[in-house]
């Protein structure tokens, strides 16, 4: 049997996915909803996989510092460096900023080193790009 602890935040960011074939090539964003699930090999001595306080504080945080009501560009688009040198909440990644690289992104390098030391795996990480489309990445 498996035990997740799930928890989402929302967030607005700016994106340009690079080689895009329609719109998404343009500058846009959109309202992310980002969704957390964590498992544990035990449950806590009260029952749980992590407090969802912990995510909270945590990944949660993490999103609400770094990215959110930011503009995400790869660090290969052509755009990049301009769009650096007119506003200072552009965020240079080393992916295209497409749902599913975001969630690959917050699986296996932000929560890794956000949740070091608590026994807590951020096995899947849903992102909803908008009500109707989404992303998932899981270990």
């Not at 700016?14 to 964590?38: A, D, I």
Request: aromatic share 8%; proline share 4%.
């Amino acid at each position: 049997m498996t035990v997740k602890a799930i928890r989402y935040h929302d967030i607005s960011v700016g994106h340009r996915v690079t080689n895009h074939e329609s719109k998404c090539q343009h500058l846009h964003g959109h309202n992310y909803r980002v969704h957390f699930h964590c498992e544990a090999p035990t449950l806590d001595q009260i029952g749980r996989v992590i407090d969802f306080s912990v995510i909270k504080s945590t990944l949660c945080m993490w999103l609400e510092d770094n990215w959110d009501h930011h503009f995400l560009v790869y660090e290969l688009d052509p755009l990049g460096k301009a769009l650096q040198s007119i506003d200072p909440t552009v965020v240079v990644v080393p992916f295209n900023p497409t749902a599913e690289n975001i969630a690959i992104h917050l699986v296996n390098v932000v929560a890794p080193k956000l949740l070091e030391g608590t026994g807590v795996t951020l096995v899947e990480c849903i992102v909803d790009e908008t009500r109707k489309c989404s992303a998932s990445y899981a270990l």
